[in-house]
Structures are given as structure tokens and as C-alpha cells.
């Protein structure tokens, strides 16, 4: 009896071990979408908000400079940087054989939140039939946009996203952004479920990476539409499936990759920024203010309370039937979190700090959860008020 309530006890955790890496094992590839021929390729205008991107802008641009797509432009919009990327790009434009235009972005309106409002801008720019939002941060295989064209063709699509590979390099990139890609990927593991939704909450899209053709964005108000949006990726989405157009989300780990952060510090400022508000927007009405605190609640009883259990035994009696269990749940974390950081392409040996990284995370969901109306980004401050965004520098 003693063993059966034992497994009893243990089941989340053999399950997590056995249903969620079998659920990620089914995914849904970009590349196995066959590009169009060139002539009926049509033009893409490329757009690159960036501010303050001088590590990450040359990088960028190599590698869409490079596609083999037959027909497009790249458009950066320089969103007011410090940095020297705007001198970076005005280089590059005049040696991009005319195919590369720097747009100076215009100050910051009142009620605009900053990359909505730079994407706004190059879209005034753009001349193409469809119309691509990529990060700075990206570096694209040379088939890449061709795939994503044939996705949107063969799909009869109004939008593609993708989910590329996300590299992570110093400690606290591989502690803490596996255990929220791991959170994105439980949510949203059902890419063919979310490609065909029709409910907006269900929705999902990665500003890294959003290609849509020029009439659905008109319909649906562009960015405008979208202006005090702080998790405007995901609203993106939301507002095409309001408006009854098609989205299409697919894995591009083998022909994309970016690195979103490269410290603690850029790491806290960013999901600070969103995780609260993302995971609001992705659950019911009556369901998202306590969204947050379940997954803290998640974080603290799944992946936390085990391991802290068993270090607690050898230092205080707690009982032969607690040990075994916490023995046996954080035997079964680490089997988790070892096929997950395979999956994300993660040095193993991070698996043994996964209680670090979601103690880690916990904190940055409560953290977002508490900022309120208050957000930070790229050096502005905004606030989120009944009549709309406001910011200082």
C-alpha cells in the first residue's frame, strides 16, 4: 500500500517526465514548407525596428542580405539609439546595392509604446505585397524567408510566426530562460490547436519573427491598432484571429536562432516587462489577475519543494514517507529537466541547478505581477493608464 500511494503522490512528476517531451517530440517544421517558385515570389518588404542594437544590427543584416528569396527589401527603423547603430546601418546602406534603406525614427507620440511605433514606421516605408517584423537579434538561414512564404501560401495563411532556436550562453541565460521557454512551451504545445483556433486567447505570436501579407495588417489597424501594447507579439496575433483571419505557427530551430539576452540584468528587465501581462492575455477574463501567482504556485510546489525537502531531511527528521517522496519527485525533475535542456541544445550539467532557475523565475513572474502600471524598456519608462501609455525617457 505504502508504494502505491508513494506513486500516487509522485504522479505529476512521472508525467511531466513522460507526456510533455512526447508532446514536444511532434513538431510542426517550417523547412518542410517548400519555397515558391521566383516568379511567383512575391516582394517582401523586410522591417528591423532597432534601438540601441549596435551588438546584434551588422549580424542581422549579413544574414538577411544573404537570403536566397528573389525579391525583397530590408527597412531598419532606427528608434532613437545612443549606441552607434544608426552610424552602423548608414554604412551598410551605402554599400547594400540600394536593397537596404535606414529609416531615423520620428520621437516617441504620447500613447505609443516604442516597438509598435518604430514597426509603424517602416511600414509607411514598405512597398511589399507581404510585410516582415524581424528582431535585431535574429540571424536567418538564407532559405528562411522562402520557407515561410511557401508556409504562407500552402497554408492559406494571413500570418506566419516561427519559434526559432534560442541561444543561451552565460549561467543565468541557461538557469533562467529554459524554465520559461519550458512554461511557453506547456502552454502553447499544440502549435496545429493554436493554427486553428478561432478563439483570440489561444492565440500566439513571436515578435522575433511575424510575416503577414499587407491587407490583413491594414484590416486589422497595423500597429496602430496595436500601439499600447506591451506584449504586442502576442496581441498581433490575438487581433488577426479577432478579425477572423488565418495565423500559422511553426518550429524554425534548424533555420533561425537569436540570443534575446546576455546578462541578469537584461534578463530581469525583459520578462519583467511582459511574462505578467502575456499570461494574462492567454487565459480567460475572470481567470488572468490570478495568473501569475498559479504559476508561481507551479514553480514553488513543482520544482522547488521536492529538492528542498530532501536537503531539509538531512539536517532535520521528516519522516521516511516525506523523504522517499522527495527523493522520488526530484529524481524524476532531473530526468525532466535533462531531456528539456537537450531539447533546447543546453549543456547538460544546467539540469542540476533547475531549483536556482526556478526560484529565479518564480520571482520574475511575481515581480512582473507587482510592477503594476509600470513598465521599462530599452531605457524608457512607460505607464499603463485608462486613457492609454504614457513614457519618459
Not at 517550417?30 to 516582394?43: M, Q, V, W
Not at 506566419?160 to 533562467?176: A, D, G, H, K, Y
Amino acid at each position: 500500500m505504502a508504494v502505491w500511494l508513494l506513486a500516487l503522490q509522485c504522479l505529476p512528476w512521472l508525467l511531466l517526465v513522460v507526456v510533455v517531451p512526447l508532446l514536444l517530440v511532434r513538431r510542426l517544421r517550417l523547412s518542410s514548407f517548400a519555397p515558391l517558385p521566383a516568379g511567383k515570389a512575391p516582394f517582401v518588404s523586410v522591417i528591423v525596428p532597432a534601438r540601441n542594437e549596435a551588438d546584434n544590427i551588422s549580424a542581422c543584416l549579413a544574414t538577411l542580405f544573404a537570403s536566397s528569396y528573389p525579391a525583397f527589401e530590408i527597412i531598419v527603423v532606427d528608434d532613437g539609439s545612443t549606441d552607434g547603430t544608426h552610424e552602423i546601418v548608414r554604412i551598410l546602406e551605402q554599400h547594400g546595392g540600394g536593397k537596404l534603406t535606414l529609416v531615423t525614427g520620428a520621437p516617441l507620440p504620447e500613447g505609443w509604446m516604442g516597438k509598435p511605433w518604430a514597426c509603424w514606421q517602416g511600414y509607411e516605408r514598405a512597398k511589399g505585397e507581404l510585410l516582415l517584423f524581424t528582431d535585431a537579434d535574429t540571424r536567418h538561414d538564407d532559405m528562411l524567408l522562402g520557407h515561410a512564404v511557401g508556409a504562407l501560401h500552402a497554408r492559406k495563411s494571413d500570418l506566419v510566426s516561427i519559434l526559432p532556436r534560442q541561444l543561451m550562453v552565460t549561467f543565468w541565460e541557461n538557469m533562467i530562460q529554459p524554465q520559461i521557454f519550458t512554461l511557453l512551451s506547456m502552454r502553447y504545445h499544440d502549435l496545429e490547436r493554436i493554427n486553428r483556433t478561432r478563439k483570440p486567447r489561444h492565440g500566439i505570436a513571436n515578435g522575433q519573427f511575424i510575416l503577414v501579407t499587407r491587407e490583413a495588417y491594414d484590416a486589422i489597424g497595423g500597429h496602430q491598432s496595436l500601439k499600447h501594447e506591451v506584449v504586442e507579439d502576442q496581441r498581433f496575433a490575438q487581433r488577426m484571429i479577432e478579425e477572423g483571419r488565418r495565423i500559422f505557427v511553426a518550429y524554425a530551430d534548424d533555420v533561425m536562432e537569436t540570443r534575446m539576452y546576455r546578462s541578469l540584468s537584461g534578463i530581469v528587465e525583459g520578462w519583467s516587462k511582459n511574462i505578467a501581462i502575456g499570461s494574462r492575455n492567454a487565459a480567460p477574463a475572470w481567470l488572468g489577475p490570478a495568473v501569475p501567482w498559479l504559476i508561481v504556485a507551479f514553480l514553488a510546489l513543482i520544482w522547488v519543494a521536492p529538492p528542498a525537502t530532501l536537503i531539509t531531511s538531512f539536517f532535520y527528521p521528516i519522516g521516511a514517507a516525506a523523504r522517499a517522496w522527495s527523493i522520488v519527485a526530484t529524481s524524476f525533475s532531473l530526468i525532466f529537466w535533462l531531456l528539456m535542456l537537450a531539447w533546447m541544445r543546453v549543456p547538460l550539467p544546467y539540469a542540476a541547478g533547475y531549483p536556482l532557475g526556478a526560484i529565479m523565475t518564480a520571482w520574475l513572474v511575481a515581480r512582473s505581477a507587482l510592477k503594476g502600471s509600470s513598465v521599462e524598456w530599452r531605457g524608457r519608462r512607460y505607464e499603463m493608464t485608462t486613457s492609454g501609455t504614457s513614457h519618459s525617457p
